[in-house]
């Protein structure tokens, strides 16, 4: 089998190091392209008014100057053009990507390239407790239990264009509660704010401040799962169109 894998926390991201030793219960045949810096909250963004460059470390290793979209691109058309992967791996990302989350993150964005192109695809990504760790995020939820998580995978049947979106929780290993099959939930951020600060010639810059309003997680999604221990394991697919809406539109313009 073989595996492509990327993430958006960049190239020596430590939980890029860590999906590689989970891949590779799975399969020697490891491919890395990653971006070479780290690209989260960049979604399904492409490079399209400027060239990236490509850092080839060896024949499976590469850094793209780019989003996590451009990478899977990059490998799928360059790369691995003559044998392309049977599997894409996405992660593992330094926090959750719960609910809403999932529009937003350039892991599941590269997921959702592989599932584009027609091939198995899985984002994971590992929540973590507690503010302000920088990258000394514990993986050893994910290291733990990235094996036994995709392994049932592997000879499942997937649809056509759908991908899989696993989170590890903010738990020890011996302290998950198992493996649940959830639905996306979804918060309500309530008011954008932003933090306002002045560089040292007088200019302001601002930080995006996410502060997300309290909320009672809904029965059966990510954000119910996470919380009571469990390692979540949510199916998503790209067709985005809204069933129950355009029935309504069809009547309007029939």
């Keep these: 089998m073989r595996i492509l894998l990327t993430n958006d926390d960049g190239y020596h991201a430590r939980g890029l190091a860590v999906l590689e030793r989970i891949a590779r219960k799975f399969s020697d045949d490891i491919t890395v392209v990653a971006p070479a810096e780290e690209q989260s909250g960049k979604g399904r963004a492409l490079t399209l008014t400027e060239p990236?460059?490509?850092?080839?470390?060896?024949?499976?290793?590469?850094?793209?100057?780019?989003?996590?979209?451009?990478?899977?691109?990059?490998?799928?058309?360059?790369?691995?053009?003559?044998?392309?992967?049977?599997?894409?791996?996405?992660?593992?990302?330094?926090?959750?990507?719960?609910?809403?989350?999932?529009?937003?993150?350039?892991t599941v964005s590269a997921a959702m390239e592989g599932a584009l192109a027609g091939i198995r695809s899985i984002a994971l990504s590992q929540r973590y407790a507690q503010s302000g760790q920088g990258d000394q995020v514990p993986f050893d939820t994910a290291e733990a239990w990235g094996e036994r998580t995709l392994r049932p995978l592997m000879d499942m049947e997937w649809l056509p264009r759908t991908l899989l979106n696993v989170n590890f929780p903010p738990v020890a290993a011996d302290a998950v509660r198992g493996i649940k099959a959830v639905s996306q939930g979804l918060?309500?951020?309530?008011?954008?704010?932003?933090?306002?600060?002045?560089?040292?010639?007088?200019?302001?810059?601002?930080?995006?401040?996410?502060?997300?309003?309290?909320?009672?997680?809904?029965?059966?999604?990510?954000?119910?799962a996470i919380e009571q221990g469990y390692v979540t394991v949510t199916p998503l697919h790209l067709d985005l169109t809204h069933r129950e809406s355009l029935d309504m539109l069809r009547k309007i313009y029939r």
Excluded: I, Q
């Design 187 to 224: 918060r309500d951020y309530g008011r954008v704010g932003l933090d306002k600060r002045v560089d040292p010639r007088g200019f302001p810059y601002y930080w995006l401040a996410m502060a997300r309003l309290p909320h009672d997680a809904v029965r059966d999604t990510d954000l119910e």
């Design 52 to 106: 990236f460059r490509v850092r080839r470390h060896d024949d499976k290793r590469y850094a793209v100057r780019g989003t996590p979209t451009d990478c899977v691109m990059f490998a799928l058309a360059e790369v691995m053009k003559h044998s392309p992967p049977d599997l894409v791996l996405s992660g593992v990302n330094r926090g959750g990507n719960l609910a809403e989350d999932v529009s937003y993150s350039g």
